[in-house]
């Protein structure tokens, strides 16, 4: 159980469009998923942490309003990357939590390269 | 800003040998998970720890969560090829409903 996909698994766009990934939760309801950005040989970023039917909440730094986040059913976040340059082309991971354990489940992530 | 620092950053060392990967902090952490991590996934949970001073044992892995809740180690005993991944703690700090603080990784390579 507690298993979390996303979507795609990788992607490459152009410089100045946008990219929509997902995350779901399988076999449970996520009350709350977060988002994550690695970089080649470096750990792992907060981003954001979403709520269903809620507000993300942006960690410092992070462009609310270039990474558009929707978390709009108990089993569906999606991260939106706007306007995508190439200094955004990293690994993108979610996490799902549910609301009967802290514990976080984490996706396989996505590669998003910029061209 | 919390931050966790890992050390060593880097390790290679070959099958047999016995190896720590050190999780320091200035703050105190309500838990302190490890994960490991493949190229190209997803890190993959391996032990939460939550008591100051508690030790889990895990097969080959002995992780201990230090008495002030600031520190953690994760030891691996006669490490083997398939041990070979991306290390990383991250700690959950009190009334952050869950956000996790992931330290700076520690790349093992464990050769024939």
């Known amino acids: 159980g507690a298993v979390v996909s996303q979507h795609p698994s990788w992607v490459i766009c152009k410089s100045g469009t946008s990219v929509k990934i997902e995350c779901r939760s399988l076999d449970f309801q996520a009350t709350t998923m977060f988002w994550y950005r690695q970089f080649p040989k470096q750990s792992l970023m907060l981003m954001a942490t979403s709520n269903e039917g809620s507000k993300a909440t942006y960690e410092q730094g992070v462009e609310k309003d270039k990474f558009l986040i929707n978390h709009a059913s108990l089993t569906l976040s999606t991260l939106t990357v706007t306007s995508a340059h190439p200094e955004d082309s990293s690994f993108y991971i979610c996490?799902?939590?549910?609301?009967?354990?802290?514990?976080?489940?984490f996706g396989p992530g996505t590669r998003l390269t910029v061209t | 800003t919390q931050l966790l620092e890992q050390s060593p950053q880097f390790l290679s060392i070959q099958e047999g040998e016995n190896l720590t990967v050190y999780c320091n902090s200035s703050?105190?952490?309500?838990?302190l998970q490890w994960y490991r991590q493949e190229p190209g996934e997803g890190p993959v949970l391996l032990v939460t720890?939550?008591?100051?001073?508690e030790v889990k044992k895990l097969k080959r892995l002995t992780f201990q969560f230090g008495d002030a809740r600031k520190d953690s180690s994760l030891h691996i005993t006669a490490a083997q090829p398939g041990d070979t991944g991306l290390y990383l703690c991250?700690?959950?700090?009190?009334?952050?409903?869950?956000?996790?603080?992931f330290g700076t990784g520690t790349r093992l390579q464990v050769t024939l």
């Open positions: 996490s799902a939590r549910s609301g009967n354990t802290y514990q976080q489940y």
């Open positions: 703050s105190v952490f309500s838990s």
């Open positions: 991250a700690g959950e700090a009190t009334g952050t409903a869950s956000k996790l603080t």
């Open positions: 720890v939550v008591t100051g001073g």
